[in-house]
């Protein structure tokens, strides 16, 4: 009598265990669709159409028209390059004095995402720095973003709000030299 005892209620006890595994596995399976749905609308939300700048917009260019002849423009754009950029001899790819030309590569930074997150993402830029008397004309393209462990993964820029920042920090570095250029000619009588 004992057993039967015993039996019966080992018997609901296997019951009511199944009867939970069952509920506990609807629960799960309910929250892994929730979970997949709510990640597949955040996928698809991220992925969004995310506005893209026209080729021509992914420059800038600039003429600028001050007091010096195409050579002191030439050199103390050299000497600017020399003193504003990390290493100069690696900047500095093509001098043509000749025909007033100086073409470098540049790095700057910009806010962007990566991922979940916001970063300051490197951005390397051509800066090309063209001579004449009383004028010269600046040039600055070819942006390409660094991602990536060690910035090994170079991508060209094309979202709109990306290149529009790094256009501002440009503008920023062309002010610079504007104003070297002008302040070395006024500080040539020492």
């Not at 009867?19 to 399976?29: A, F, L, T, W």
């Not at 600017?80 to 290493?87: E, G, H, L, Q, S």
């Amino acid at each position: 009598m004992g057993s039967g005892v015993f039996g019966r209620s080992s018997g609901r006890l296997i019951l009511n265990q199944a009867r939970y595994r069952v509920k506990g596995e609807n629960i799960m399976k309910r929250s892994m669709y929730y979970f997949v749905c709510i990640l597949s609308v955040v996928a698809f939300t991220s992925c969004a159409s995310v506005p893209i700048a026209p080729i021509e917009d992914r420059s800038m260019q600039k003429v600028h028209e001050i007091d010096l002849t195409k050579n002191e423009i030439y050199d103390l754009s050299l000497e600017w390059m020399a003193r504003t950029f990390f290493d100069s001899k690696e900047v500095i790819e093509l001098k043509d004095k000749e025909n007033g030309k100086i073409i470098g590569k540049g790095i700057t930074f910009f806010s962007g995402k990566i991922g979940w997150f916001s970063a300051n993402i490197p951005c390397r830029f051509t800066l090309i720095v063209e001579a004449k008397d009383n004028k010269y004309r600046t040039t600055y393209n070819n942006f390409v973003a660094l991602h990536g462990e060690n910035y090994s993964r170079p991508e060209p820029l094309e979202q709109k709000a990306y290149v529009d920042a790094v256009k501002a920090k440009l503008a920023l570095i062309d002010d610079a030299l504007y104003d070297y250029l002008k302040k070395s000619k006024s500080n040539t009588n020492w």
